[in-house]
């Protein structure tokens, strides 16, 4: 798309700029978070296989006390990350899909309603082909590990692909990611708690409704959403539910509306310029002129006002967690100790369940559903997307890595049943993530069936 010309002329850079001016190009890339989070996870991969390989694991076991004499929190590293970093990701998530729900692709039914049954089918095949395979014993449990889908991954795929797919397909793929984000989420609230303290919930529930309380009051100020966040954390913690469903509680009670409308916003702005314009004769350095500087306060506040918190947390939050949360996830959960016949691992029913439910039932399940979806005329496909495209968004939907190695914990907890589930999740997902890329790259934005 064309762009018109800048409305002012860009500062020359500073120093520090032009330093860092690389790494910013990189981070603005759509695909940088998925080759972040690939380096991350070769990275475990080659250490946990090492000779220094004893290090790895005993790093994540160093336990890290937080609180006071009174009252404090002693977790091993590796928990302070699941169960404590990995919060503020479920939080992002929790946004995602309540801007999704208010203003983007699931606002309407009919909107929703072919990436909704596509991530329906993208869970439920997947989970039978699972359960087809450990109907019972002690793999019983990672039923819910190849539902999920890995959304940074399956985009940062998808964006190596450039404008050989259409923009909707891009929207298709996050509306589909995100819908099926919210299904893990009520998975594991449902379905990996093993047991319910009610007195933790119900202070969980006193800190849920004091935040909704402050968004019916107006306030908007990020710092009292975190600091009741915490509370909630806490509360969620104690009570036996997982404690990243605190961040998913919480983001449901963020706002979302503007102070004031753009009519409003462009009338404001126009009268505080026209007053720092007027107080120019004050002094000569904005620094030292008191008009000015209240002009610049009262446009800064005009301009927050004239943004949804939902939407300036969710942009101040996704770099830290792309570029730094998920990546450390990936460091800490990613490394399996490969030993042995690494080809009977695949034999394993919980590897080949894993696996097959990845690369096998999310292309059926995706596919499938989509396909029943339309031919009953409850949705359309999206304009300029044909099924072969469908088809290849389906296998990148099979990229279930995050997700999938977050449930493995919930279900297996440490020790060979986690490995066996970890080594289905990384073949599975590469698997995916090739065959969905090959796919896709044959195709054309435009391309018609024949």
């Not at 798309?1 to 500073?14: I, R």
């Not at 792309?322 to 990546?327: D, L, N």
């Not at 990229?399 to 589930?421: H, K, P, Q, W, Y």
Request: proline share 5%; charged share 10%; with cysteine.
């Amino acid at each position: 798309m064309a762009h018109g010309p800048a409305l002012v002329s860009p500062l020359p850079p500073t120093p520090i700029e032009r330093l860092i001016s690389p790494f910013q190009r990189f981070i603005r890339t759509e695909s940088s978070g998925g080759i972040v989070l690939l380096v991350f996870t070769v990275v475990a991969l080659v250490w946990a296989n090492s000779p220094w390989w004893e290090s790895y694991h005993h790093l994540w076991e160093t336990k890290l006390t937080i609180g006071t004499a009174d009252f404090a929190l002693s977790k091993s590293l590796h928990h302070w990350i699941n169960d404590g970093l990995m919060v503020v990701f479920f939080f992002l998530v929790g946004l995602e899909i309540k801007r999704e729900l208010l203003v983007g692709e699931l606002a309407s039914v009919r909107q929703a309603t072919l990436p909704v049954a596509a991530a329906l089918g993208g869970m439920v095949i997947p989970a039978l082909i699972y359960f087809v395979i450990n109907p019972s014993g002690p793999g019983a449990r990672g039923w819910g590990i190849p539902m999920a889908t890995d959304i940074a991954f399956a985009l940062g795929v998808l964006a190596l692909l450039g404008k050989r797919v259409p923009l909707a397909l891009k929207v298709f793929l996050a509306a589909l990611a995100i819908a099926d984000d919210l299904g893990a989420v009520l998975v594991i609230a449902l379905f990996y708690t093993d047991e319910i303290v009610w007195n933790a919930i119900a202070g969980a529930g006193l800190m849920l409704a004091m935040a909704i309380m402050a968004n019916q009051m107006g306030i908007r100020r990020p710092a009292v959403y975190a600091l009741l966040g915490v509370g909630l954390w806490l509360a969620v913690f104690a009570s036996g539910v997982h404690a990243t469903v605190a961040g998913v509680l919480l983001a449901m009670a963020i706002p979302v509306r503007t102070r004031i409308d753009t009519g409003q916003f462009m009338e404001r702005s126009r009268q505080l310029l026209h007053r720092f314009d007027e107080a120019g004769v004050e002094a000569a350095d904005v620094v030292t002129n008191p008009g000015q500087q209240a002009a610049i306060s009262a446009l800064e506040k005009t301009c927050e006002q004239a943004q949804a918190p939902l939407q300036r947390i969710e942009h101040a939050l996704q770099p830290y967690v792309a570029f730094g949360i998920i990546p450390l996830f990936a460091l800490a959960n990613a490394g399996v100790h490969l030993t042995g016949d690494i080809g009977a691992a695949f034999a394993q029913p919980i590897t080949l369940g894993v696996v097959l439910g990845l690369a096998l039932g999310k292309p059926i399940g995706v596919t499938l559903l989509s396909w029943l979806t339309v031919r009953a005329g409850l949705a359309d496909l999206p304009r300029g997307i044909t099924w072969s495209h469908i088809h290849g968004v389906s296998w990148l939907a099979g990229i279930g890595f995050t997700m999938s190695l977050f449930v493995g914990n919930l279900a297996f907890g440490e020790g060979a049943r986690l490995d066996a589930a970890k080594i289905g999740i990384l073949a599975a997902s590469l698997a995916a993530g090739i065959v969905g890329w090959l796919i896709l790259a044959r195709l054309g934005p435009t391309q018609a069936e024949t």
